[in-house]
T-cell receptor, first 109, second 115 residues
């Protein structure tokens, strides 16, 4: 059974600092890994999908890396803004998503 | 394009009552999913459907049933609700016709309280 872990559970940074969010998984036989953002009381918004054959995927200020052999993915958010405050979830896809518990980010103005 | 719609937005239900949560997508995705999200437990898969006419069980299927009569709709039914089914329910869809699962898109969720 796939186990997905996200550390830290919560993170508070001043505006402008770069964010580094970590995700680890136990079974490397995956199709892809997806990063989501969830605002309080809202649904999930897909941020990035990184295929198992890729090492990196970028979208604007967001960059996700994937090291399948070590079972790790990292989401980098450059120059954080208060609007980046949310919970970030990673999910490993082996035809069904297995989610981590999330990292709750607070960006202080 | 609406994406995925879910109804109702929220509901308070007496234990023992039957309830159907509705989910409709307009992206013509072949695969659809139901998850529940609980504090401390994260998101867990209840049921899924890889294509119209087929369904499968996820991690926590007990007490729930689904049907997939067509591509667009994927209702989730609680036959006899119990308080432990109090949760936020999310429907999702993806296009996996290429053989590789693609991005999953989520609906806004239904907040269900069973008393």
């Amino acid at each position: 059974k796939q186990e997905v872990t996200q550390i830290p559970a919560a993170l508070s940074v001043p505006e402008g600092e770069n964010l580094v969010l970590n995700c680890s998984f136990t079974d490397s036989a995956i199709y892809n890994l997806q990063w989501f953002r969830q605002d309080p009381g809202k649904g999930l918004t897909s941020l990035l999908l990184i295929q198992s054959s890729q090492r990196e995927q970028t979208s604007g200020r967001l960059n996700a890396s994937l090291d399948k052999s070590s079972g790790r993915s990292t989401l980098y958010i450059a120059a954080s803004q208060p609007g980046d405050s949310a919970t970030y979830l990673c999910a490993v896809n082996d035809y069904k998503l297995s989610f981590g518990a999330g990292t709750t980010v607070t960006v202080r103005a | 394009i609406a994406g995925i719609t879910q109804a109702p937005t929220s509901q308070i239900l007496a234990a023992g009552r039957r309830m159907t949560l509705r989910c409709t997508q307009d992206m013509r995705h072949n695969a659809m999913y139901w998850y529940r999200q609980d504090l401390g437990l994260g998101l867990r898969l209840i049921h899924y459907s890889n294509t119209a006419g087929t369904t499968g069980k996820g991690e926590v299927p007990d007490g729930y049933s689904v049907s997939r009569a067509n591509t667009d709709d994927f209702p989730l039914t609680l036959a006899s609700a119990v308080p432990s089914q109090t949760s936020v329910y999310f429907c999702a869809s993806s296009d996996s016709t290429s053989g590789t699962p693609d991005t999953q898109y989520f609906g806004p969720g239904t907040r269900l309280t069973v008393l």
